[in-house]
């Protein structure tokens, strides 16, 4: 059963949202793909380098990376991928007390911020994939802590800021511009407010959506159709068709 969830997080790691991606090329240790994570309060992301995408593989991931690094979310979501819906993964969840939300493929929207984080990751990555396909899973951290630092434009603050309360140290040359952000209960009060007020314009939005009529020219996401994986050197959309 897919659950249309609400987008709206109010407190750091109450909802995080889980994908795997396929980064198109195997690198020299054998990875090919990237389990990747993202908080929905902070937007602050988890990413490993895997070569393979199986169960194990991912009940590793979110134990390893997300569990024992910054506790057990309320709310798991993630699409209907093979290694996400498995007895084993939902036992996992379970034994730690997490709930799993399943995103349905007709409602994009519902795991659109990983499908998002997705995106920038592998853009980080793509100058580097593309000159050395064998080292990517090197420079992934470097992509992923440059994700953390980044300021988000509609929030105007960073997930290491929002997490932290502070700039990121991010080396001699910005000491001086380091410093606290001031009160960090004021800062997530700020951003429960924008959230919720993203959340009800969003429906709006949705309520008012034209439908398509009959002939009416559409593209095709080839990656939602894809049944092999997110590929990164796939093209994204074909069409348009009618």
């Not at 997490?163 to 990121?168: C, H, N």
């Not at 002939?215 to 069409?239: A, E, F, H, P």
Request: charged content about 25%.
């Amino acid at each position: 059963m897919f659950i249309q969830h609400r987008s709206v997080a109010y407190r750091p790691f109450e909802k995080i949202a889980i994908d795997v991606l396929d980064a198109g090329s195997e690198t020299s240790a054998g990875n090919r793909y990237i389990f990747l994570a993202i908080d929905y309060f902070s937007k602050w992301t988890f990413a490993k380098a895997t070569s393979h995408k199986n169960t194990e593989t991912a009940c590793a991931f979110v134990e390893d990376c997300i569990f024992h690094q910054v506790g057990v979310p309320e709310v798991m979501i993630s699409d209907n991928g093979r290694e996400f819906i498995s007895t084993q993964f939902k036992t996992i969840l379970n034994r730690y007390g997490a709930r799993q939300s399943l995103s349905s493929p007709y409602y994009p929207q519902s795991n659109g911020l990983v499908e998002r984080s997705n995106r920038t990751i592998l853009g980080k990555l793509s100058k580097e994939i593309f000159v050395s396909a064998k080292e990517w899973d090197r420079i992934l951290p470097k992509a992923i802590f440059a994700q953390r630092c980044c300021i988000i434009r509609d929030l105007g603050y960073s997930p290491y800021e929002i997490l932290f309360g502070q700039t990121p140290n991010i080396g001699v040359r910005n000491l001086k511009n380091a410093g606290r952000l001031g009160n960090i209960g004021e800062l997530h009060e700020k951003l429960i407010r924008k959230y919720s007020e993203d959340e009800v314009n969003a429906k709006r939005r949705g309520r008012s959506m034209t439908d398509l009529g009959i002939g009416s020219k559409v593209l095709m996401d080839t990656q939602r159709c894809n049944t092999k994986g997110k590929k990164k050197l796939v093209q994204r959309w074909i069409g348009p068709y009618c």
